[in-house]
T-cell receptor, first 114, second 117 residues
Framework: AQSVTQPDIHITVSEGASLELRCNYS??????LFWYVQSPGQGLQLLLK??????LVQGIKGFEAEFKRSQSSFNLRKPSVHWSDAAEYFC????????????FGQGTTLQVKP | GAVVSQHPSRVICKSGTSVKIECRSL??????MFWYRQFPKQSLMLMAT?????????EQGVEKDKFLINHASLTLSTLTVTSAHPEDSSFYIC?????????????FGPGTRLTVL
């Protein structure tokens, strides 16, 4: 079955520290990959996406993600976290370009310590 | 660009009444819109896929007679929760699919908080 896994439910980092949020998906072909961020009570904002080409993609707010086909992973990184980055982060995958349906991971809650 | 709005942002209603939620793509045309439901501290659950001019496709376990979806134009889809009950209280989020220049991306609305008393 098609699935997306975010192994870390909750992560706490200190402000200024680096961040990596993990995402793995189950499927054979290369899907479309996305990271979204959600602040409390808000909708989702697109951070970045990968369709093809360079496997290291840059997004907004200083985030980047790297697609690793061999590991079926699309981990999100940021070199230096700001307090305003505290939010819920969702990895999502489109397995079928025909339907365009997004399959979401469970989400990772990021807490930033002063 | 790629802005999606939802109205209302918050609604409180009595049990047994119906509630309509609108989802609009403001600066692009969306042949496909999606409706999600999100419970507190959980991920988004896809309810249905809405295609302009055709019937919506519902995910398994979602009651199509309870959650009526209409996609009347390329910029508007509506979700009507009929005969709402307290267990329907949730955060409902829509998204609009934008396909242009090889980019296939869903853009999300800000969500609607439904509380059924």
């Amino acid at each position: 079955a098609q699935s997306v896994t975010q192994p870390d439910i909750h992560i706490t980092v200190s402000e200024g520290a680096s961040l990596e949020l993990r995402c793995n998906y189950s499927y054979g072909a290369t899907p479309y990959l996305f990271w979204y961020v959600q602040s409390p009570g808000q909708g989702l904002q697109l951070l970045l996406k990968y369709f093809s080409g360079d496997t290291l993609v840059q997004g907004i707010k200083g985030f980047e993600a790297e697609f690793k086909r061999s590991q079926s992973s699309f981990n999100l990184r940021k070199p230096s976290v700001h307090w305003s980055d505290a939010a819920e982060y969702f990895c999502a995958v489109v397995f079928s370009s025909n339907t365009g349906k997004l399959i979401f991971g469970q989400g990772t809650t990021l807490q930033v310590k002063p | 660009g790629a802005v999606v709005s939802q109205h209302p942002s918050r609604v409180i209603c009595k049990s047994g009444t119906s509630v309509k939620i609108e989802c609009r793509s403001l600066d692009f045309q969306a042949t496909t819109m999606f409706w999600y439901r999100q419970f507190p501290k959980q991920s988004l659950m896809l309810m249905a896929t809405s295609n302009e001019g055709s019937k919506a496709t519902y995910e398994q376990g979602v009651e199509k007679d309870k959650f009526l979806i209409n996609h009347a134009s390329l910029t508007l889809s509506t979700l009507t929760v009929t005969s709402a009950h307290p267990e329907d209280s949730s955060f409902y989020i829509c998204s609009a699919r934008g396909v242009a220049g090889g980019s296939d991306t869903q853009y999300f609305g800000p969500g609607t908080r439904l509380t059924v008393l």
